[in-house]
């Protein structure tokens, strides 16, 4: 049978286990992703499965696992990189804004570093400081890399395929608020191009785009906004980098109205270029100004204060009115 329920979890762990299957090129490192299977167990199995030298445990050294992916990728191989949790990317950040955005253009196109780092972000898990994370635009402010973040179990088992085939380097954000969430996924369907949005939700009055874990508050949202005879669209954004602006245009077009969510602070975050972008791109069908809906500008707060912190249905849908209200 073509297709299963299972979690986002099982999603990525199976996409990453087809992945090693089909190409002895793949490997899979990171800190305790081999005996252990990861924090979040995403690579259990993994290299019981297919050996130390194909799944291997590294040091707690980001810098060092990146630096070393980059290697590999220019003797041909195509690593898979965990980073724990978000916060710890950082001491690589060097090396992926350095090395790996800028080798393919320093090279004239002859060198291809083709490295997947899989980065769950997000909070929502009650988690102590650089666990929670939603460092996202960072990473697609930087020319030469491509970030992207699935929703869902199907997008994240297609999306990591996709990845892994890439011959560019890929952020792989994955909502780990959202792993155990549980959805259809059909191994057998052709899926989506990798940077290509999804309307998942369709709607007439106004538009909500998000990503990540903020899409299924957002249909959350649209739920609630049809009771008050309201129809809300809602677009999966998928690829924060490239962004597929097409679809937002389209979809404002048809509405006349814009909101975009993230969990990351709304200063300088994603919402700014998307906002941006379609005010000159959509300006005279614009019935109201974009609005932005996410984080505080200020660092990520303990965990009994998360849930004020976080947008959640209240915050998108006050959002929801305001546009409305023009």
């Known amino acids: 049978m073509a297709a299963e329920k299972m979690s986002i979890a099982k999603a990525l762990n199976e996409s990453l286990r087809h992945a090693l299957d089909t190409d ?8 305790d992703v081999g005996k252990l299977g990861g924090v979040f167990r995403i690579t259990d199995g993994l290299q019981k499965d297919f050996g130390e030298g194909r799944v291997i445990d590294t040091p707690l050294a980001e810098s060092g696992i990146v630096g070393t992916a980059i290697g590999l990728a220019l003797r041909g191989y195509r690593p898979i990189v965990e980073i724990q949790f978000d916060g710890f990317v950082f001491p690589a950040y060097d090396q992926i804004v350095t090395q790996l955005a800028k080798m393919r253009a320093r090279s004239l196109g002859k060198i ?4 997947v780092i899989r980065i769950p972000y997000g909070g929502g898990i009650g988690a102590v400081e650089h666990h929670s994370e939603s460092p996202e635009a960072l990473f697609a ?21 996709q990845a892994v085939q890439s011959d560019d380097p890929i952020i792989f954000f994955e909502p780990k608020r959202r792993y155990w969430d549980k959805g259809e996924v059909d191994t057998e369907t052709i899926p989506l191009p990798l940077h290509r949005a999804a309307t998942v939700r369709e709607g007439s009055d106004l538009t909500l785009v998000a990503y990540g874990p903020m899409v299924k ?33 389209a979809s404002v077009e048809k509405t006349g109205r814009l909101v975009v969510v993230h969990e990351a602070p709304v200063f300088y975050g994603s919402g700014a270029e998307i906002a941006a972008r379609i005010t000159e791109r959509c300006f ?8 932005r809906v996410g984080g505080y500008h200020v660092p990520y707060p303990p965990a009994r204060l998360e849930d004020e912190y976080l947008p959640g249905l209240d915050r998108v849908l006050d959002a929801v009115d305001r546009s409305l209200a023009y």
């Open 24 to 31: 002895p090129k793949v490997l899979i490192m990171g800190e």
């Open 112 to 115: 291809k570093l083709p490295v």
């Open 141 to 161: 402010h930087v020319a030469g890399l491509k970030v992207v973040s699935p929703s869902n179990a199907h997008d994240a088992y297609w999306m990591m395929q």
């Open 217 to 249: 508050v957002c249909l959350e949202a649209a739920a609630a906004a049809e009771s008050e005879g309201r129809s809300v669209e809602v677009l999966d954004l998928r690829s924060m980098a490239p962004i597929d602006f097409d679809a937002v245009q």
């Open 284 to 291: 005279y069908h614009l019935e109201a100004p974009v609005l």
